[in-house]
C-alpha cells in the first residue's frame, strides 16, 4: 500500500473525537449556566461553560489538557499578600499558565465565558481556607470538583485563627486523604501532632491516599516519601519552610516530569529514589533563591543558573 493510501487526516479526527464526558453531579435548578448532561456540546466550547460545581472532566485523549492551567485557591484574588497568591505568582514566574480561584467560591460563574472550558491540569489549596469556616466547605466542592481528572496538592499553611485542635486535626487529614501530593511545614506537624516524630506523620500521611508527602524545615531541607516507602532527603541550602517558592518549585518540577493530570497519579505513588530526590531538591533551590530575593520566586532562568543547568543557546 502506497503512502498516499496510508494518508490520515488528523485534524478531522480531533475534531470528530469526544473531547469531554460529563459529570454525574447536576448543579443546582437554579444555576443559570445548568445544562442536561446528555447535552454533546457540553465542555466543548461552542456554549458557555458549566459552574464549578458541574465542569465537564476531560477524557485521557483530550489534548487540550496538555496546555491546561494550574488552578490556586487564593484567599483573596486582588491581594498579592493573601495565603495561595504567591503560589501563584511563583508558577506565573516560571512561565506556568495560572488561574486563580477564590476560597469563598465568589465571583467564580462569571469566569470563562467565552472560549473552551479548560479542566485545570493541577489544583493548588495552600491556606487555612480550606479548615476554617465558611470557606472550608466551599474549598472542598472545589476539590471534589476537579480531583478525577487533575493533580490535587495540599499544602496545610496552619497560621491565624484555626479551630479547636481536635476539629483541625479531622479536616486537615479529610484534605490529607483526598490529595496526590501534600506539603508541610515542621510546624504544622507540631501543631497537629505536639511531640510526634516527623516520621511517624509522614508513614501515616502517606498510608491515608496520597502519592507523595514532603515535609520542610527551615535551613534544614526537607523530607519526602511516597506510597511504594521510597523515602528521600535533601539537606542544606538553607531552605526556608513549606513557603510560596518550595511549594510552587514542587509544582513546577512535577510539570516538569510530566506528572501532573489524572493518567499520571499512580506515577506518583511508584516514583524510584531518584526521581523523589530530584523533585524535592528543584524546589528547595528554588526557595534558596527566594530565601535572597526578599521571598520573590525565581523566574526560570534564575532556577536553571542556580540548579547549574546550561544555557544552550544563550
Known amino acids: 500500500m502506497g503512502d498516499a493510501e496510508m494518508t490520515i487526516d488528523t485534524d478531522e479526527q480531533e475534531r470528530s473525537a469526544p473531547t469531554s464526558v460529563p459529570s454525574r453531579k447536576a448543579p443546582d435548578q437554579a444555576t443559570p449556566l445548568r445544562r442536561a448532561s446528555s447535552d454533546p456540546t457540553l465542555g466543548d466550547g461552542r456554549k458557555p461553560p458549566t459552574t464549578l ?18 488552578f490556586v485557591v487564593v484567599d483573596d484574588v486582588a491581594s498579592r499578600e493573601a495565603a495561595g497568591a504567591r503560589v501563584a505568582e511563583g508558577l506565573e514566574r516560571l512561565g506556568r ?3 486563580r480561584i477564590p476560597a469563598d467560591g465568589t465571583g467564580v460563574r462569571n469566569r470563562r465565558q467565552s472560549g473552551p472550558f479548560h479542566h485545570p491540569l493541577v489544583v493548588h489549596v495552600g491556606s487555612a481556607s480550606a479548615v476554617r469556616e465558611p470557606s472550608a466547605d466551599t474549598v472542598a466542592r472545589t476539590v471534589s470538583t476537579y480531583r478525577p481528572a487533575a493533580t490535587i496538592v495540599y499544602e496545610p499553611g496552619l497560621q491565624g485563627e484555626l479551630p479547636g485542635r481536635e476539629e483541625l486535626r479531622a479536616r486537615v487529614e479529610s484534605m490529607v486523604a483526598r490529595a496526590d501530593v501534600v506539603i508541610a511545614t515542621t510546624a504544622d506537624l507540631e501543631l497537629l501532632y505536639p511531640g510526634e516524630a516527623r516520621e511517624s506523620v509522614l508513614r501515616r500521611w502517606v498510608g491515608a491516599g496520597p502519592g507523595i508527602v ?6 534544614e531541607g526537607a523530607w519526602a516519601a511516597n506510597a511504594v516507602g521510597v523515602t528521600a532527603t535533601v539537606r542544606g541550602r538553607g531552605a526556608p519552610d513549606a513557603g510560596n517558592a518550595f511549594v510552587a518549585g514542587i509544582i513546577d518540577g512535577l510539570w516538569k516530569g510530566g506528572l501532573l493530570g489524572v493518567a499520571n497519579r499512580a506515577d ?18 528554588a526557595a534558596s533563591v527566594a530565601a535572597r530575593s526578599d521571598g520573590l520566586g525565581p523566574t526560570r532562568e534564575e532556577l536553571d543558573a ?9
Open 268 to 285: 506518583l505513588r511508584t516514583l524510584v529514589w531518584g526521581s523523589l530526590h530530584e523533585l524535592v531538591e528543584h524546589a528547595v533551590v
Open 214 to 219: 514532603i515535609v520542610s524545615a527551615a535551613g
Open 53 to 70: 460545581g458541574w465542569a465537564p472532566t476531560p477524557t485521557l485523549t483530550d489534548r487540550r489538557v496538555l496546555d491546561s492551567p494550574a
Open 306 to 314: 542556580a540548579r547549574g543547568i546550561p544555557q544552550l543557546g544563550r
Open 97 to 99: 499558565p495560572v488561574e
